[in-house]
């Protein structure tokens, strides 16, 4: 069995890194991207795969 797969979009390099490290601590494997349309355009790449993500962590405010 595969780990749960997330996305973390944040705009803020420390914060994603943070959350990142807490993430894949816990089992997660990680994706990470640094604004709104990247998360957006990562979801809709992995919706023509077999594994697609369980979990999108986001910021409120960002660019894009």
Partial sequence: MSEP???????EEEMRFSLSLIMKCKGYEVTE???GKEALQTLIKSQKS???YDLLICDIQMPD
């Fill in 5 to 11: 797969r997330i996305i973390i979009a944040e705009d």
């Fill in 33 to 35: 991207t640094n604004n």
């Fill in 50 to 52: 077999d594994r697609q």
